[in-house]
């Protein structure tokens, strides 16, 4: 957590108010939740996505901010489209939507084995 992610937090505290989830935890818990509904391991989607184990890993605890072509890559892993709205005053909403049914492509890929 960076000083402004504390000062926030502190922040928040202080007005009794919830603070607002960063873009990078958005997107992070987005490819966590992901991962886990496909039921792909983090080594498995940095193989698929370019990436080392340690890098999902950052990205899915919210702390790196991953490049449009790294989300690409990430999305093209899983098979589905990656939605950010970014709303003013109310956050990010990050989410995919695949062509798949969720554990389709972990069963294609076991069947091609």
Request: aromatic fraction near 4%; charged fraction near 30%.
């Amino acid at each position: 957590m960076d000083r402004y992610q504390r000062g926030a937090n502190k922040a928040a505290l202080r007005t009794g108010r919830k603070r607002q989830e960063s873009v990078e935890e958005s997107l992070g818990k987005a490819v966590r939740n992901r991962r886990s509904e496909v039921g792909m391991t983090q080594v498995r989607l940095a193989e698929l996505a370019g990436m080392t184990q340690a890098a999902i890993s950052r990205l899915e605890h919210g702390k790196c901010m991953p490049t449009i072509p790294l989300l690409e890559r990430i999305a093209a892993a899983f098979d589905s489209a990656l939605f950010v709205v970014i709303e003013p005053g109310r956050g990010v909403a990050v989410g995919f939507r695949g062509s798949r049914e969720p554990n389709a492509r972990a069963a294609t890929e076991a069947g091609a084995r």
